[in-house]
Each structure stands twice: as C-alpha cells, then as structure tokens.
C-alpha cells in the first residue's frame, strides 16, 4: 500500500507517466510483487494502461483462436495475469520469454482459426468476391 500512497501524492506529471525506472529503489526497501502496482508508480496511468490494453487485447484473441487450443491458451494467460499479481515476471527475462511465446502463438493459433472458419464457408467468400467486383 506505501506504492499506492506514493503515487497517489505525486504531481499530475507523475500520476500520467509514473516516477521512473527503478524509482522504487530510492523510496523503498522492498520491490512491490505486483506487476500493475510497480507499472503504476514507475510509468505511471499510461504505463499501467498500456499493460492493460496488452492483456485485454490477448483476451480478445481468445475469442479467435482454433476451438481446441482455447481452453488451453486461455489458462495459460489467466495464469501468466495471476502470477503477475504475486511477482513480477515481466521485469525478468526468463518472463518475457514465456510471455512472448505466449502471444506469439495466440497471435499464430487467432490467424488460423481465422483461415478455418473461411475455408469452411465457402458460400461466404464467393458472395464477399461478387460484392467487391461490383464496387
């Protein structure tokens, strides 16, 4: 909570782009353990909500990926936000590793189900060339 109340002190420049890197350093003895409250008070709201914007944006993606792999996927994200919440996994380099994996293969795994579901109908692809070739 002293995380909380720092920032909640600091000046409207600070309240939007945050205290610095490694600004934790110089005002407590301890590292926060939260991944959003650490990205609150070194980067600030523009910070925090760039990190939320990522997760909703691969939350999102779920709803696109192959039917068989999202259960999976969807676990395998939901994991990676509530150990975000305990430490901080994406200030170490063995974290952003698996968290680029991750994405990257909701990235890969949203772009198939995309291809399938257009390969299964091919009705629709027909209709979407005659509206084109009519404009």
């Known amino acids: 909570s002293q995380y909380l109340y720092a ?15 490694e600004s934790w350093e110089r ?8 991944t959003l409250i650490s990205t609150l008070y070194e980067l600030g709201a523009v910070g925090a909500g760039a990190m939320l914007l ?4 691969m939350a999102a993606l779920l709803l696109r990926v192959r039917r068989d792999e999202r259960l ?15 430490t901080m996994p994406f200030w170490q380099v063995e974290g952003l590793a698996l968290y680029g994996v991750l994405c990257g293969y909701t990235l890969f795994s949203a772009r198939a189900g995309a291809q399938q579901r ?3 109908r091919p009705g629709l692809q027909r209709s979407l060339r005659a509206r084109a070739v009519v404009r």
């Open 72 to 86: 999976m996927l969807g676990a395998a994200h939901l994991t990676f936000f509530l150990l975000n919440m305990g």
């Open 54 to 57: 990522l997760w909703a944006w």
């Open 118 to 120: 257009r390969v299964a």
């Open 27 to 34: 005002a407590f003895d301890v590292y926060p353990h939260n």
């Open 7 to 21: 920032y909640a002190a600091g000046h409207p420049f600070q309240l939007l782009f945050g205290f610095g890197p």
